[in-house]
């Protein structure tokens, strides 16, 4: 059985890990049918800064995967939520690996969306089950609209980075109904407004640093 220390532990161990260490996938990369086009200095940066985008987003799915896994005092949901958190590390290190390969870097305000979005986590499993599974599928169908949306800003010859992101945006898509089937309640529409707010300015932020 696990312990509220065992909890805390496992928390602070995850923060470390998404942070700090290089993370390891469970998965190979997603590596596309046709090679990739010789990329332009500008649109390198383009694709670096996508990419960055997206790790930090997959940094702010540790934090709320941890933080709600932290919260409730459901087994079955803990496990749910500690899956989850597992099949996000792939993502993760998926987009560092591809930031590695265009010569660039993540987000230097990583431990800033950690923690804000560790807060956020918290808060969703103290309002009950139910608001906390809402809000992952709110959360997850945002990533996955905000993933499609630089499949048509990615540069043309990037295909290893457009198969990247296909790839999550499938996975997404995929956490949002297993969290419907584990009984998530609809959010209000304010809530979702203020959730894409939120991740506008995420978003803009990391795009340069």
């Known amino acids: 059985m696990t312990t509220p220390i065992d909890a805390l532990l496992t928390a602070a161990d995850t923060a470390l890990r998404t942070l700090l ?57 803990r496990a749910h939520f500690t899956r989850a958190c597992a099949e996000e590390t792939d993502h993760l290190a998926w987009t560092q690996q591809r ?21 956020i986590g918290l808060l969703a499993g103290r309002l009950g089950n139910a608001i906390s599974l809402g809000f992952v599928v709110e959360t997850e169908r945002q990533v996955e609209a905000h993933l499609m949306s630089h499949m048509d800003r990615l540069p043309a010859g990037d295909m290893t980075s457009r198969a990247i992101v296909t790839q999550m945006a499938a996975d ?9 089937k584990a009984g998530a309640m609809e959010l209000p529409g304010p809530v979702k407004e203020l959730m ?14």
Not at 47 to 60: D, I, K, P, Q, T
Not at 103 to 110: F, M, P, Q, V, Y
Not at 172 to 180: N, P
């Open 99 to 119: 930031l590695d390969e265009l010569g660039s870097r993540t987000s230097a305000l990583n431990p800033l969306w950690y923690a804000g979005a560790f807060g």
């Open 172 to 180: 997404e898509v995929k956490h949002a109904v297993d969290a419907q």
């Open 21 to 77: 260490a290089p993370p390891r996938a469970a998965q190979p990369t997603p590596r596309p049918a046709d090679p990739d086009q010789a990329l332009t200095p500008e649109e390198k940066r383009l694709s670096a800064a996508l990419m960055r985008v997206n790790h930090v987003g997959e940094v702010c799915a540790q934090a709320l995967y941890t933080a709600q896994a932290l919260t409730t005092p459901n087994p079955a949901l």
């Open 196 to 209: 894409r707010a939120a991740a506008k300015v995420m978003t803009t932020t990391a795009h340069h640093i």
